[in-house]
């Protein structure tokens, strides 16, 4: 996405690309050698046609904004992100129902924020990481279980706001990691000692170095989108197009 326009007046979004003077191509029956007839288009000409003596404005997206309910390779998905013009900010919805149709934009006057719906670690992965790495000799069931009760322990005490992000780490816009803080670590190590002694403690307090910074101990966060709509005022919603200033674009003729 290169640029994004606003139409003042009438709150429509086009996101300006490389692909909006790209060609369509339709099959024509009969015409060999040549089947297919080229339709020229430009999408942006047809915006400002539509909107024809609106003012405009261009809109900056904001960093890191964008968030999603359906992972990120997901080409049919809902996405949100943020937008400002340097006064206001805006939410940016963007969505198509079918892979064949091309992006919508809707602009929401409001703002969302991301709901943490569970805190949890990664119980399964734990498990088989540890049957994989401390196997001579295997540990028994009975530390395995323990090590994960102490675990969910750790996590009970931990305020993920004091937690740092592990970027890109998930497929999953609302999926989000984080690595365990040094209270915590330090917490989980000290009681280990209970449950393991000698060489098996210190298998186990290896394990959590390895794992602790990119690997099964990283905390799994689940978010929700909250989409908070704000209220148009009446004077908002009148078309007053001349007492607005705005960005003119050229239409071609």
Known sequence: MNQLIRCIPCNEIFARTPYDQWPEYEYVSGS??????????DEFQV??????????EDLE??????????PYSEPTKVSYFKATNGKDKFVIKRFRK??????????IQGDYSLKLL??????EEIIKQLKRELDNPPLPEHQLEAFLKLYQQVLKTIDIKNLERIPEDSTHPLEIYYKMDEVSLAYLLRNCRVIFKGQ???EIEAFIHRQREDGVLLLKAIYQIQIVEA???????LPILHAIEGKKYVEKK
């Open 61 to 70: 997206i904001l960093e890191d904004s964008f968030v999603s309910e359906k």
């Open 98 to 107: 079918r892979i064949d149709e091309p992006l919508s934009y809707q602009l």
């Open 47 to 56: 915006f400002l046609k539509h909107h024809r003596n609106h003012p405009m």
């Open 231 to 237: 209220a148009q005022s009446k004077k908002e919603t």
């Open 118 to 123: 569970r805190f949890e670690i990664q119980p």
């Open 32 to 41: 060999a050698p040549e089947p297919y007839r080229t339709v020229k288009k």
């Open 200 to 202: 098996e403690y210190n």
